[in-house]
């Protein structure tokens, strides 16, 4: 990985003149340096020089669990030889007088001092008994990198390609059609291409060492990718992924259809009943082990914006999820903002370099509005930056899509969380039905559309914006979705 910046003693030093307890291949005495041994050894040293401080920042933290674990290693013998010499020092003072370096050099051949071998002989017991001791301490205590780890170190995350088929419009649909909607639906499918074989990208992340027997898919918004719930910026602030894992459930993180590392199907097909579709098979092949070869008992489908919208039409529609987290989107929008600014807010995805050969017809957002659109006045500057900065490919209809289903109900049949920024710019303000200043409004706001869910239970975030989980208070927003997530399903092990 690199070299440290440690110097190694000069090839010329003596460091006989310098220890000192030597031995010289007939036993050890005190090696006591002579007054010119001293200065010509003084004479050849020269300063260390330090190294810059930039190295210095490089070298430091790769060594410094080494450097304490070598500690650790070294002390029991530094620790013994100073007893040692001192223990010496004194027995020989007091038993026999001083000796000479001679006398000491040779205690059997000179005849030694009988109460001076007896001394050395326990000494170099003891010696070894407090290296011993050392040794097992150290044997006891966490090798480096094994103790407490930092924030995202204790999850394994795998990356996947999920098959997923776009089907035509009249394998979507349930129950009888209208037949003046199913001879519109044979003409668009015999004029359509572009049917078939798909694949979803997605993060699976666990807790090392650990199979959770649920796993949390979460279902990004619009303009936006899987990073969302897990950004490089600050993780410990705000990567909802961290808080899952940490709380023991697996997350698979989605690319949805048309953005970022999954495949794009014509915009046409990138559509709402195509994304509930294709979430859909998705869900069943995470929960039947086809993506990491764990199969997972339960799961949570979690969706923020757009992503939430798609993630209740899922819980609704396949009944494979046994609990719903709705992040950004309540019934009722604030219509005068979302008519003065999002229109003018959307551009084709084309015009930014990375996406000109995307297929014609998605959208994404201009540059310099993710500020005003996603975030509350207190958010951090660098993630608002950073969320300018990295636009992803949208549907073209998913403002009619919302406004569309804004008063329809859900025949959804598990329990959900409803959570949302206080200062959210699509879905909160002063008219009546816009009311997102506390959980009890937050409930009572969507209570009547979920008539089937066993239970219904809000979140409101002060001061956050419509990407709460990457704005102010984003920790306590993943604090309520894990505490209800394992009162209402929970993580369990395999």
């Not at 110097?7 to 291949?25: E, F, M, Y």
């Not at 049917?195 to 898919?217: E, H, M, N, W």
């Not at 209800?484 to 092990?493: I, L, M, T």
């Amino acid at each position: 990985m690199g070299t440290s910046s440690r110097r190694s003693p000069s090839p010329g030093r003596r460091a006989t003149t310098r220890d000192p307890l030597r031995c010289n291949g007939s036993g050890w005495r005190v090696a006591r340096p002579t007054a010119s041994a001293s200065i010509s050894a003084a004479r050849r040293r020269t300063p260390r020089r330090r190294p810059p401080k930039a190295d210095v920042a490089l070298v430091q933290p790769r060594f410094r669990l080494t450097e304490l674990w070598l500690s650790g290693l070294l002390f029991p013998y530094a620790w013994g030889f100073l007893v040692t010499r001192s223990e010496l020092s004194r027995e020989t003072r007091r038993g026999s007088g001083f000796q000479s370096n001679a006398a000491l050099s040779s205690p059997r051949r000179n005849g030694d001092h009988p109460m001076l071998h007896s001394t050395m002989s326990a000494l170099r017991s003891r010696t070894k008994m407090i290296a011993a001791v050392g040794l097992a301490l150290v044997a006891l205590s966490p090798a480096p990198g094994a103790g407490a780890q930092p924030a995202g170190a204790a999850k394994e995350c795998t990356d996947h390609w999920v098959p997923v088929q776009i089907r035509p419009v009249g394998e979507l649909a349930t129950g009888p059609l209208d037949p003046a909607y199913e001879a519109a639906r044979q003409a668009a499918n015999s004029a359509l291409t572009g049917f078939g074989t798909y694949r979803i990208y997605g993060q699976l992340c666990k807790p090392a060492g650990v199979d959770p027997s649920t796993v949390q898919v979460l279902v990004h918004g619009f303009t936006l990718d899987h990073t969302y719930w897990d950004p490089a910026y600050k993780p410990e602030s705000y990567s909802y992924v961290d808080a899952a894992v940490k709380a023991g459930y697996a997350t698979f993180t989605i690319d949805r259809l048309g953005v970022g590392r999954s495949d794009f199907p014509p915009a046409v097909l990138a559509g709402g009943p195509n994304q509930v579709d294709t979430v859909g098979q998705l869900v069943d092949q995470v929960r039947a082990g086809k993506v990491d070869g764990t199969v997972y008992r339960k799961a949570i489908i979690v969706g923020h914006s757009y992503g939430n919208w798609i993630a209740q039409t899922v819980a609704e529609q396949f009944k494979n999820v046994d609990g719903v987290i709705a992040s950004g989107y309540l019934h009722n929008l604030e219509l005068t903002n979302v008519a003065q600014f999002v229109p003018g807010s959307m551009i084709p995805v084309q015009l930014y370099p990375q996406f000109a050969t995307a297929p014609l017809g998605y959208l994404t957002r201009r540059p310099g509005v993710a500020g005003h659109l996603f975030f509350g006045p207190s958010a951090d500057p660098q993630v608002v930056r950073n969320a300018d900065a990295d636009p992803q490919p949208g549907d073209p209809l998913v403002g009619a899509l919302f406004v569309n289903q804004a008063g329809l109900p859900h025949n959804i049949t598990v329990p959900i969380l409803f959570t949302v920024g206080s200062k959210d710019f699509f879905l909160c303000g002063s008219e009546p039905g816009l009311d997102c200043s506390s959980d009890r409004a937050v409930v009572d706001r969507e209570r009547p559309y979920y008539p089937q869910s066993p239970s219904i239970e809000g979140y409101s975030q002060a001061d956050a914006g419509h990407n709460q989980s990457q704005d102010v208070g984003a920790t306590d927003f993943y604090r309520a979705a894990v505490e209800w997530a394992n009162r209402h399903v929970g993580a369990g092990a395999q």
